[in-house]
């Protein structure tokens, strides 16, 4: 917006990435494409719970999720990809929470287009701890924020153009994010949550 007041670019920046979570989540969730039954799940079980690989994919053979269980805990990279197949998402566990990095991308207009990074978070036993960078579908740095314990530390962001944000703007940004960050993972999760290995005592009933 060359030439535009920088709140009226900051607005416009904001609107947008609101308008890149919801395609995001819209491309997530289960049944904005497909109802639970057109899914198929390939996983294995020990003593009634999930254990070893796991995949799910629609019934045309679209890989959707890829990770590994533990007992019945998360663990290890689960890969999430979108109803087109692009690669939207990666969340590493450590017995059953977010640990490492998590890593999410731009949704891609074009499957066979490498998707752009959107977002890089530092995780250990489920909290924020460490950096957190994130990039505006061109490329550019969108925000950087360091959090201790979940707790925000620093925060830099700037605009579409590049101008640096007040702190307290960036750390407005940061709380933003970090909302529609937990709803993303929460939706992503629950595709895991709800076609689990139809393993004893666990998954839907025939």
Known sequence: MVGAPPALTRLAAAVAFRATVTLMLAAAVPGAF???AAYVVTGNCRDGQPHGAYELRMRDGTLRV?????????TGTFLFWSTSGARIALLPYDD???????A????AGNPKTEPGPKLAAVYANGRRAGGTRSWYRDGRPRAEFRYENDVLTEA???????ASLPESE??????????ADEQFYTTLEAIVRDNPPQCEGIGRKP
Request: proline share 2%.
């Open 170 to 179: 960036a750390r407005a940004l940061a709380v933003r994010d970090l909302t």
């Open 104 to 107: 999410l991308w731009h949704s």
């Open 34 to 36: 497909a109802a639970p």
């Open 66 to 74: 890829a990770g590994a269980f533990t007992r019945g805990k998360r």
């Open 156 to 162: 830099r962001a700037w605009t579409t153009t590049g």
């Open 96 to 102: 059953d929470l977010l640990s490492g990095t998590v």
